[in-house]
């Protein structure tokens, strides 16, 4: 087998999720959890997660039945990211004993790149509605079109925080979660991260 000369954004963020999987602060996680208020039917959890990437971690959610009912909005700012998303998420639910229904939605494609995806387990012993709703769109842009909305339970920003401006970005982001949201942003490292072969030479 030869060895590819180039390497894909999305491969690489599909291939380091078992070690965020190893890396995450397990406690931290429980606690969230534990936080995390019951979604319903009538009143399903609104989840925001911001720089989605290609979903790994609404799959690490889903995975470990950590929600039950809920509508659950990634944005990334690389529309390729979403658009792997997309196509990614219906095949790791499938095998992971869930039906898919899929449909396009909003603006035109050359606005932006919106999709709806509804989750539901196979089997009826196990009660679970999630609508993830994907957008290829920038964090500050989102917030403008947002501003004062304050729908948003939990916000959720995996090895985000470390690639944004944080003073001017968090407080906007902060200002769509509702009174009491709840906030889970993590940051993995292994201390030796060398990526080869290299993104840009130049």
């Not at 004993?97 to 909003?106: D, I, Q, T």
Request: hydrophobic share 40%.
């Amino acid at each position: 087998m030869s060895i590819p000369a180039t390497y894909s954004f999305a491969r690489y963020l599909a291939a380091k999720k078992s070690i965020d999987d190893r890396c995450l602060n397990q406690h931290v996680w429980q606690r969230l959890v534990e936080a995390l208020p019951p979604g319903t039917s009538n009143h399903p959890l609104r989840v925001l997660e911001v720089g989605a990437g290609i979903g790994t971690m609404i799959e690490r959610l889903l995975e470990k039945r950590v929600l039950s009912h809920a509508t659950y909005t990634a944005i990334d700012a690389e529309s390729a990211n979403v658009t792997e998303t997309g196509q990614r998420l219906p095949d790791w639910a499938s095998e992971h004993g869930f039906r898919v229904s899929h449909s396009e939605r909003g603006d035109p494609p050359s606005l932006d790149c919106r999709q709806q995806l509804r989750l539901q387990p196979s089997s009826r012993d196990t009660h679970q509605d999630i609508l993830v709703e994907l957008e290829a769109i920038d964090v500050s842009a989102f917030v403008r079109r947002e501003q004062g909305q304050q729908v948003w339970d939990v916000l959720i920003a995996h090895a985000f925080l470390d690639l944004i401006d944080v003073p001017a970005t968090l407080p906007g982001v902060f200002s769509v979660l509702s009174p009491g949201g709840l906030v889970y942003c993590t940051l993995t490292f292994d201390g030796a991260t060398i990526f080869q072969p290299q993104i840009d030479p130049g």
